[in-house]
């Protein structure tokens, strides 16, 4: 059975950095799509950033220039660097996976973290 297990969250003032790891027990990641989201109370998940089995990143236009996702093959690691972060990035982060039988992410992400909370103070 696949599991995504996040950690790497914490507390840290505006403008500093974390960096979020996402490990992946069940199968092997370097096929896959994954991505990372994230949820503020009162609001609803929205993605932050994806990277497809070949490797190719993309982000949400709010995180451009300051989040950096990338995979570790070999350990079927996943991880999110975050920069310059902002009070407005406080939330729980989410570490999802698609389906296994393609590297594109042009399908809907079927597997979930319990997530790992990130909280930034002014």
């Known amino acids: 059975q696949v599991q995504l297990a996040e950690s790497g969250g914490g507390s840290v003032q505006a403008g500093g950095s974390l960096r979020l790891s996402c490990a992946a027990s069940?199968?092997?990641?370097?096929?896959?799509?994954m991505a990372w989201f994230r949820q503020a109370p009162g609001t609803e998940r929205e993605e932050v950033a994806r990277?497809?089995?070949?490797?190719?990143?993309s982000y949400a236009d709010s995180v451009k220039g300051r989040f950096t996702i990338s995979r570790d093959k070999v350990n079927a690691m996943l991880y999110l660097k975050m920069d310059s972060l902002k009070p407005e990035d406080t939330a729980m982060y989410y570490c999802?996976?698609?389906?296994?039988?393609?590297?594109?992410?042009?399908?809907?992400?079927?597997?979930w973290g319990q997530g790992t909370q990130v909280t930034v103070s002014s």
């Open positions: 990277i497809t089995g070949d490797g190719t990143p």
């Open positions: 999802a996976a698609g389906p296994l039988w393609t590297a594109t992410c042009r399908f809907a992400f079927n597997t």
């Open positions: 069940g199968y092997n990641l370097v096929s896959n799509c």
